[in-house]
């Protein structure tokens, strides 16, 4: 089945503990993307991979890393979480990173308490 | 960048009844706009999509329509069913530096059919 997993579904932790949400697709996309979603905010796009080794911002990155060593995986980072990074992420993968296959399919979410 | 409007942020209609929800996008070279609906506990699923060379675009029940002198869409939900009931989003794809694009979401509208 073609899908996008993400892992852990739920995630409550502390200030400053380092964590990393992963994210996968089995569909061979090129392009890959991490949203967070909150409240009256709608999704926000935080990092984005057009490839492998080929990443760069989206509207809100600070706080968070990301890195695409393989084309399926796309791990989220968090080196010191605070809790302004508490949120519902999406993970989201499209075929092509240069368009005319935009469809994006999004992972489940994850939702992440920082205390 | 691009900036996405979405209104009304929420909207109740008694089953049977149309539903409709507007956009507006601030970038005139975006070129294609989707419309995703996200169910509760689920990520976002592309619903219908509408590309800038196309003025109206219908599936069944859903219809989008596209203004680009206007640069505002709309969605169109006819003869609404409880199933209907969500959180829809528009969004609007802009054009980044090497070649890629990033898709910009409204805030989204829940929208919940009353039986």
């Known amino acids: 089945e073609a899908q996008v997993t993400q892992n852990p579904r739920y995630l409550i932790t502390v200030t400053g503990k380092k964590l990393t949400v992963t994210c996968s697709q089995n569909m061979n996309h090129e392009y890959m993307s991490w949203y967070r979603q909150d409240p009256g905010l709608g999704l926000r796009q935080i990092y984005y991979?057009?490839?492998?080794?080929?990443?760069d911002k989206g509207d809100v990155p600070e706080g968070y890393k990301v890195s695409r060593k393989e084309k399926r995986n796309f791990p989220l980072i968090l080196e010191s979480p605070s809790p302004n990074q508490t949120s519902l992420y999406f993970c989201?993968?499209?075929?092509?990173?240069?368009?005319?296959?935009?469809?994006?399919?999004f992972g489940p979410g994850t939702r992440l308490l920082v205390l | 960048g691009e900036n996405v409007e979405q209104h009304p942020s929420t909207l109740s209609v008694q089953e049977g009844d149309s539903a409709v929800i507007k956009c507006t996008y601030s970038d005139s070279a975006s070129n294609y706009f989707p419309w995703y609906k996200q169910e509760l506990g689920k990520g976002p699923q592309l619903i219908i999509d509408i590309r800038s060379n196309v003025g109206e675009k219908k599936d069944q029940r859903i219809a989008v329509t596209l203004n680009k002198t206007a640069k505002h869409f709309s969605l169109h939900i006819t003869e609404t069913q409880p199933e209907d009931s969500a959180v829809y989003f528009c969004?609007?794809?802009?054009?980044?530096?090497?070649?890629?694009?990033?898709?910009?979401f409204g805030k989204g509208t829940k929208l919940s059919v009353i039986p």
């Open positions: 989201a993968s499209s075929l092509f990173a240069a368009g005319g296959q935009e469809t994006q399919y």
């Open positions: 969004a609007a794809k802009g054009f980044k530096g090497a070649g890629s694009y990033q898709l910009t």
């Open positions: 991979s057009m490839n492998v080794e080929v990443t």
